[in-house]
Nanobody, 127 residues
Framework: HVRLVESGGGSVQAGGSLRLSCTATGANYNSNCMGWFRQAPGKEREGVAAIYTAGGHTYYANSVKGRFTISQDNGKNSVYLQMDNLTPEDTAMYYC????????????????????WGQGTQVTVSS
């Protein structure tokens, strides 16, 4: 259906920045929503950000709101995650996902399903 390749991860010190990139390839690409989630060892997957391709509506985890920015290119074959003011708590494997399912509850939200994702890119933040 779609192949996703993440890049841009690395090791940074607290307060630093990284820009993650995700390129989607494959025939029949038609994603209504794309996003990013992360997973640290021993922890559950956590939805980080999502963007709807049509209207550009975005979602952010409370823990990253104001620090991370999700965006797409005009061709919608790439999605980005600009991460600023990183903290050690941001250390995780970050995955780009096509067509996650976003569920809202109250003022919060989560990924009900994580869609199709790639192999991820590691982000390590040292103090």
């Amino acid at each position: 259906h779609v192949r996703l390749v993440e890049s841009g991860g690395g090791s940074v010190q607290a307060g630093g920045s990284l820009r993650l990139s995700c390129t989607a390839t494959g025939a029949n690409y038609n994603s209504n929503c794309m996003g990013w989630f992360r997973q640290a060892p021993g922890k559950e997957r956590e939805g980080v950000a999502a963007i709807y391709t049509a209207g550009g509506h975005t979602y952010y985890a409370n823990s990253v709101k104001g620090r991370f920015t999700i965006s797409q290119d005009n061709g919608k074959n790439s999605v980005y995650l600009q991460m600023d003011n990183l903290t050690p708590e941001d250390t995780a494997m970050y995955y780009c996902t096509a067509d996650p399912s976003v569920i809202e509850f109250g003022s919060n939200w989560a990924f009900a399903s994580f869609g199709t994702w790639g192999q991820g890119t590691q982000v390590t933040v040292s103090s």
